[in-house]
């Protein structure tokens, strides 16, 4: 039996809209599953706990955005039930990087194919990041695109939107990271990602070598630039150019501790779950995934 998890309000409507189709299909098919709706923040990691030992359940299937992904994950990780992916939201960098296809039914298929590989995830805070983490400008833009409407009719174009909302506003600070053992200081720093994926707001390949099955995670500094030349080197962020700019600086690491002055916001998996500082411990092959 397959266990689904619909986000009915991502997408602005388009979760409930996709599981309609997927509902028919099923019924068509005669294949045995469960559905719940998602009521709040934090249920849907609720839902997926609460099924992840259970023997008749062979998967669970998040229909949703990123933020789904995160939440149902998070009621996934270090069981051995698999999680599954059909995308209904704004960014859908999870389905980008795992090459999901955008078409619900072609995503169907292949949760049906049911074939199982394990990824890392990473504990931060009391939760875990599935793909992707981000700190300062990143963070308040994930929140910016949370509270914002337009992603009604910008879809992946939300976040270059959201992010030029917040280059307005946006003060760098002043960060200490400590990589392995390892202290780095970023005056003037705009943002940190953490990542175990290449890509998230849109497909932006902020980290291009990461790779979730590497025992390791990927990070990317930005400091020490204007307001007018974070702007000129943003749009290199889309073809991952962006890493070659003296004022970037990459590194790869499994237990990550920072600290900024003021404090910024953190969000993982495009969700906002607080402030630095932050401490962030790589949890290899703890996430099966379709």
């Not at 062979?58 to 998070?74: I, L, M, P, Q």
């Not at 914002?148 to 009719?153: E, I, L």
């Not at 392995?180 to 390949?205: K, R």
Request: net charge positive; hydrophobic share 40%.
């Amino acid at each position: 039996m397959h266990q689904f998890i619909v986000n009915p309000l991502s997408g602005n409507g388009r979760g409930i809209r996709v599981w309609s189709r997927i509902k028919t299909i099923l019924e068509q098919r005669s294949i045995p599953h469960q559905v719940a709706f998602t009521q709040g923040n934090k249920h849907a990691t609720e839902l997926a706990r609460s099924v992840s030992t259970r023997p008749d359940i062979k998967a669970v299937v998040a229909v949703g955005g990123d933020g789904t992904v995160h939440e149902v994950g998070n009621g996934l990780v270090g069981s051995d039930k698999p999680l599954g992916y059909i995308q209904a939201g704004s960014g859908n960098d999870f389905a980008i990087a795992q090459g999901i296809p955008t078409d619900p039914l072609q995503a169907f298929d292949r949760v049906l194919q049911h074939r199982v590989r394990r990824i890392d995830t990473a504990k931060l805070h009391e939760r875990f990041l599935i793909g992707f983490s981000g700190i300062g400008f990143d963070g308040l833009v994930a929140e910016t695109v949370n509270l914002s409407s337009a992603k009604r009719w910008l879809g992946k174009m939300v976040y270059p939107y959201a992010a030029l909302q917040t280059w307005v506003k946006f003060r760098p600070a002043h960060a200490t990271l400590t990589i392995d053992g390892e202290m780095y200081s970023f005056p003037d720093l705009w943002l940190i990602a953490v990542t175990n994926i290449p890509n998230y707001g849109g497909g932006m390949l902020v980290c291009p070598e990461a790779d979730d099955q590497d025992g390791s995670l990927d990070i990317c500094c930005v400091s020490r630039l204007s307001h007018g030349r974070f702007l000129k080197v943003f749009p290199s962020v889309f073809k991952g150019k962006h890493a070659r700019h003296p004022s970037i600086t990459m590194k790869r690491g499994k237990t990550i501790t920072i600290q900024t002055d003021p404090p910024l916001t953190v969000h993982a998996d495009g969700e906002v779950i607080g402030q630095t500082p932050l401490s962030i411990q790589i949890q290899p092959q703890s996430l099966s995934i379709l």
